[in-house]
């Protein structure tokens, strides 16, 4: 017996933004952080936060439906999950990328039909020449970005960890490494690692902050530099994560060029992403990643395990494999 079709798998893709910006708006206005100091009912929380009493019952049972946050006798509380990963003061916190979200992609991505006609860029400096000139200009907007790039690298680095036989190594580089997320996370799992962090020269104190308020400033160190420009430092691994996706095909060969360059014989070259599937069927965030970096970027772009292999292999890597790290993300590594 043939079933009918039914419309709720459209309708629920097609109306998903409700629960997105239920989520951003709760990051905005710090529900979790005001119920991390204590649950509160209605008119507490609704008072902590200055929202309007019309919109109030609504949009915290809302969170509650969402299984967001918890409601008994009248009292509302975090999920052990938000709790844990949407409070600001705890080292736990991923919610950057979600107020990156709410303050930048949210607007942009309500360009994608412009961007699929034109192939442009529509990010809020759209008419600008590079979107990261114009965030490592601000201060406060750099902040931002880099905290949200740990949240995005948080369950990859700890997995990262764990699959790479760090044990074989003594010294690693993260290039383009933010706030520090990856390294610091190294240097915590593997006592014997020494790391370094590459970066535009406006993310050392960012960067410095973070690694010593995690009490490893004698062990991690930052080196400006620009990684188009410049060489790369040396080291026996070189780590690329969410870098390549930002660039366009002849900008990643050079990076991946530059990275063997760097390693010495039987150095590895670490390179993970939100890795599309190799049948390019599988992997929706992957691919909505790509068309985030349409929206974000001049011409970058995410690619399969098997295309980034392949352009290692160009680059005189002798061995490479593709193996899975966390949700969306997997490592391409490549030994020289």
């Given at each position: 017996?043939?079933?009918?079709?039914?419309?709720?798998?459209?309708?629920r893709?097609?109306?998903?933004?409700?629960?997105?910006?239920a989520?951003?708006?709760a990051?905005e206005?710090g529900?979790?952080?005001a119920l991390?100091e204590?649950?509160?009912?209605l008119r507490?929380l609704?008072?902590?936060?200055?929202?309007?009493e019309?919109?109030?019952?609504?949009?915290f049972d809302?969170?509650v439906?969402?299984k967001?946050?918890?409601r008994?006798?009248?009292?509302?509380r975090?999920?052990?999950?938000?709790?844990?990963?949407?409070?600001?003061s705890?080292?736990?916190?991923?919610?950057?990328?979600?107020e990156?979200a709410n303050a930048?992609?949210y607007?942009?991505w309500?360009?994608?039909?412009e961007a699929?006609?034109?192939?442009?860029?529509q990010?809020?400096?759209?008419?600008?020449?590079?979107l990261?000139?114009?965030?490592y200009a601000?201060?406060e907007?750099?902040r931002?970005f880099?905290?949200a790039?740990?949240g995005?690298?948080?369950?990859?680095a700890?997995?990262?960890?764990d699959?790479?036989p760090w044990?074989?190594?003594?010294?690693?580089?993260?290039?383009?490494a933010a706030?520090?997320?990856?390294?610091?996370?190294?240097?915590r799992?593997?006592?014997?690692?020494?790391?370094?962090?590459?970066?535009?020269?406006?993310v050392?104190?960012?960067?410095?902050?973070?690694?010593a308020?995690n009490?490893?400033a004698?062990?991690?160190?930052?080196?400006?530099?620009?990684?188009?420009?410049?060489?790369?430092?040396?080291?026996d691994?070189?780590?690329?994560?969410?870098?390549l996706?930002d660039?366009?095909?002849?900008?990643k060969r050079?990076?991946?060029s530059?990275a063997?360059d760097?390693?010495p014989?039987?150095?590895?070259?670490i390179?993970?992403?939100?890795?599309?599937?190799?049948?390019?069927?599988?992997?929706?965030?992957?691919?909505l990643?790509?068309?985030?970096?349409?929206i974000?970027?001049?011409?970058?772009?995410?690619?399969?395990g098997a295309?980034?292999?392949?352009?290692?292999r160009a680059?005189?890597?002798?061995?490479?494999?593709v193996?899975h790290?966390?949700g969306?993300?997997?490592?391409?590594i490549?030994?020289?």
């Amino acid at each position: 017996m043939t079933m009918k079709p039914s419309p709720e798998h459209l309708l629920r893709i097609g109306m998903s933004f409700w629960n997105a910006k239920a989520l951003l708006s709760a990051v905005e206005f710090g529900v979790f952080d005001a119920l991390a100091e204590t649950p509160a009912d209605l008119r507490t929380l609704r008072a902590k936060l200055g929202l309007h009493e019309r919109s109030a019952r609504d949009f915290f049972d809302a969170l509650v439906a969402l299984k967001l946050l918890e409601r008994e006798g009248g009292v509302y509380r975090n999920t052990p999950e938000t709790d844990f990963f949407l409070v600001r003061s705890k080292p736990s916190y991923v919610g950057g990328l979600l107020e990156m979200a709410n303050a930048r992609l949210y607007e942009s991505w309500g360009r994608l039909t412009e961007a699929l006609k034109t192939g442009r860029r529509q990010s809020e400096n759209k008419e600008e020449g590079d979107l990261f000139a114009a965030l490592y200009a601000d201060p406060e907007r750099l902040r931002g970005f880099l905290s949200a790039m740990s949240g995005v690298s948080a369950g990859a680095a700890n997995a990262i960890a764990d699959k790479f036989p760090w044990k074989d190594y003594n010294s690693f580089v993260d290039v383009g490494a933010a706030q520090g997320m990856v390294p610091v996370t190294l240097a915590r799992a593997h006592p014997h690692l020494v790391g370094v962090g590459f970066d535009l020269p406006q993310v050392q104190p960012i960067f410095d902050e973070f690694v010593a308020a995690n009490g490893l400033a004698a062990r991690i160190s930052f080196r400006a530099g620009d990684f188009f420009a410049d060489p790369l430092p040396q080291a026996d691994v070189i780590i690329m994560g969410h870098i390549l996706h930002d660039w366009d095909l002849d900008q990643k060969r050079l990076l991946l060029s530059k990275a063997y360059d760097a390693l010495p014989p039987g150095g590895a070259l670490i390179v993970y992403e939100a890795l599309i599937d190799d049948e390019r069927r599988e992997n929706a965030f992957g691919l909505l990643m790509s068309l985030n970096m349409l929206i974000e970027t001049a011409g970058g772009f995410d690619y399969t395990g098997a295309d980034c292999q392949g352009w290692m292999r160009a680059a005189g890597f002798r061995e490479t494999r593709v193996a899975h790290l966390v949700g969306p993300d997997s490592m391409v590594i490549g030994f020289k």
